[in-house]
């Protein structure tokens, strides 16, 4: 049975940082790129960034580039999204999610989910 499970969020003032983080457990987490998506209250569920299966590559969506990192660690079947310089309009639930090969970037290319995290970025 695949699990993803979420860790790390909570409250933060705007301009601060936060990281999160997403562990693995039944599949091979090396085969898989690993993305994070979140969604904010009203919203639609919006990709955030992925990263690849080695690691080597990463695709930032436009509103996070420059602010947020995605790393993993295969060793650890963990990937973490680190989030700085963070903005109200940063609030939301963030999930992560292990897809197929390369950078996707449509959640319809992944396969597994975890249950999300709240992060709620104060003005």
């Known amino acids: 049975q695949v699990q993803l499970v979420e860790s790390g969020g909570e409250l933060v003032q705007a301009g601060g940082s936060l990281g999160l983080s997403c562990a693995a457990s039944?599949?091979?987490?090396?085969?898989?790129?690993m993305g994070w998506f979140r969604q904010a209250p009203g919203k639609e569920r919006e990709f955030v960034g992925t990263?690849?299966?080695?690691?080597?590559?990463?695709y930032y969506a436009d509103a996070v580039k420059g602010r947020f990192t995605i790393s993993r660690d295969n060793a650890k079947n963990t990937v973490y999204l680190q989030m700085n310089s963070l903005k109200p309009e940063d609030t939301a639930v963030y999930y992560c999610?292990?897809?197929?090969?390369?950078?996707?970037?449509?959640?319809?290319?992944?396969?597994?989910w975890g249950q999300g995290t709240q992060v709620t970025v104060s003005s």
């Open positions: 990263i690849s299966r080695s690691g080597g590559y990463t």
């Open positions: 999610a292990a897809g197929r090969a390369g950078l996707p970037t449509v959640q319809s290319q992944y396969s597994y």
């Open positions: 039944g599949l091979t987490f090396s085969s898989y790129a």
